[in-house]
């Protein structure tokens, strides 16, 4: 069966990719809206970017209130900056929340409309340029038509989508990334293997997208412990850059599935960072539905090391998830109790939350068919783990 494969239109990999995108960030327009954070200035990161702009005569204003994830009152500051200072452009410095935030900001300013108008709809139309430079080794979204943006009126994540929405240039620099504290470290890299995970087990998956799951997966388990304890680690750096990247392409390609829908609302009403509600779900989620794609679970295992080929596809795949859930002991993912949240108030919220989940459409692609009943009983067990 015939298939499209989706990326950025050009890709900058690696030790040094920032100076070479020289003369592709100098064609991006005349003036770009750079979207980032108040820590990514502190830390220099934006000023690299900067000099080399200011070097190629490329004007350029500054948006730095991408603060937290990304809100749609965050994507209407944007929005307002983007015009008043006559941009053509944007260029994203940062982890997910402000490639997230470029995006939506392009798109409001290229279609029109609020963000929310776009929430269950393609996002079709003419937007500025985009380039993005990932400053975490996670979320992938420099390499998606994918942004998740909350409106702060329904008080949910909204899962947005559209071909437009991919940035023209993604530019993976690891010397970025260096500056990644060990609790972001591992979020975002644990975020990156669930990508790999889901893309590799969705019902969407296709030859192409399995090529770019399986690699993800097999770097992220060699080189995530490695930045985890020791971040001035420039090859395993390299390494998750180029693997949070494959996981991006991976499921752009074929879509997430059961954990990021149940992580979601999650995420939304109770304030947890998307790689962290993630992880919290892997062991919950993987369990319950490995029984509908034991072949598959099988090969992740298989490919990471932690079964062999002797192994039956149960053995290899339960094998695993107990490497998963190692590697989440190891980077001290906490559980929902230890993270702050009250399980009555949980209980409560969790009939809307299993319906946003239903909702985003991502349980649907796991190959193990999942009603509502479902998706309560993963939840209840995430407080069954805890005891």
Known sequence: MACQFVMPKQVFMGDGALEMSRAALQNLGKKALIVTDQVMVQLGNVKRLTDLLDEVNVSYALYQDINGEPTDRMIEGGLSVYREEACDCLIAVGGGSPIDSMKAIGAVAGCGGKISDYMGKEIKGAVPPMAAVPTTAGTGSEATQFTIITDTEKDIKMLLKGGVLMPDMAIVDPVFTMTAPPKITAATGLDALTHAIEAYTSRRAGSLSDLYALSAVKRIFENLPVCYHDGTNRKAREEM??????????????????????????????????????????????????????????????????????????????????????????????????????????????????????????PANTRKVLGKDDILKIYSNLWEENA
């Open 241 to 362: 850059s180029l693997a949070a990247f494959e996981a991006g392409v991976a499921f752009n390609n074929s879509s997430v599935t059961v954990v990021h829908g149940m992580s979601r609302p999650i995420g939304a009403l109770f304030h947890v960072a998307h790689g962290i509600s993630n992880a919290m779900l892997l062991k919950a989620c993987l369990s319950y539905v490995m029984d509908g794609a034991y072949g598959r679970f099988a090969e992740l295992g298989r490919v990471c090391g932690a079964a062999g080929s002797g192994d039956s596809d149960q053995a290899a795949a339960e094998k695993f998830l107990a490497r998963t859930v190692a590697l989440c002991r190891e980077l001290e993912i906490p559980t929902l109790s230890g993270y702050g949240i009250d399980q009555t108030e949980f209980y409560r919220l969790m009939d809307k939350m299993a319906d946003d989940a239903l909702a985003s459409g991502s």
